[in-house]
T-cell receptor, first 110, second 112 residues
């Protein structure tokens, strides 16, 4: 069974400080991982996916298959980064089922 | 491109009733999935439709059913509502496999 774990429900970081949101996964196949973000009063939207290896809004995430992790990082937090962040794993057996973690609420302290 | 739109945005139902939630997928998207998001939890996969056929189902009872129409819009039906069905129901669409999955704003269902 596939599972995504986000150990921190809440994370507060000062503006300008580095941010790391943790994500660990359990999956028997080759994982495809994503970070989704939900800003206040907005819909869930894709932040980044590991296969694109790009940096979005200063965030990066590296897939570590040895540690089964996909942590989200940003070197300098900005106030507009305050949001709910979900790590998700895509099933590649037949359908496109996303398995989400429980989410981390990131608050940037001015 | 038009985004994924869902209706209604909020509704209240009584235990035992039935509810239908609707979703218009993003233009050109042929795959629609439904997710349930309970308070404090991440979204949980209910099922997916691809070109009007069910293409996978999560761990939800048969009273959760769905449809996809020729224009790729979709409905989620829930019969015999229970209090635990109270949640945000999200619709997501994509164009074939491997492309970005877009979410709607969701329908808040409260069962009393």
């Amino acid at each position: 069974a596939q599972r995504v774990t986000q150990p921190e429900k809440l994370l507060s970081v000062f503006k300008g400080a580095p941010v790391e949101l943790k994500c660990n996964y359990s999956y028997s196949g080759s994982p495809e991982l994503f970070w989704y973000v939900q800003y206040s009063r907005q819909r869930l939207q894709l932040l980044l996916r590991h296969i694109s290896r790009e940096s979005i809004k200063g965030f990066t995430a590296d897939l570590n298959k040895g540690e089964t992790s996909f942590h989200l990082k940003k070197p300098f937090a900005q106030e507009e980064d305050s949001a709910m962040y979900y790590c998700a794993l895509l099933s590649n057996f037949g359908n496109e089922k996303l398995t989400f973690g429980t989410g981390t609420r990131l608050t940037i302290i001015p | 491109e038009t985004g994924v739109t869902q209706s209604p945005t909020h509704l209240i139902k009584t235990r035992g009733q039935q509810v239908t939630l609707r979703c218009s997928s993003q233009s050109g998207h042929n795959t629609v999935s439904w997710y349930q998001q309970a308070l404090g939890q991440g979204p949980q996969f209910i099922f997916q439709y691809y070109r009007e056929e069910e293409n996978g189902r999560g761990n939800f009872p048969p009273r959760f059913s769905g449809l996809q129409f020729p224009n790729y819009s979709s409905e989620l039906n829930v019969n015999a509502l229970e209090l635990d069905d109270s949640a945000l129901y999200l619709c997501a669409s994509s164009r074939d496999r491997g492309n970005t999955i877009y979410f709607g704003e969701g329908s808040w269902l409260t069962v009393v």
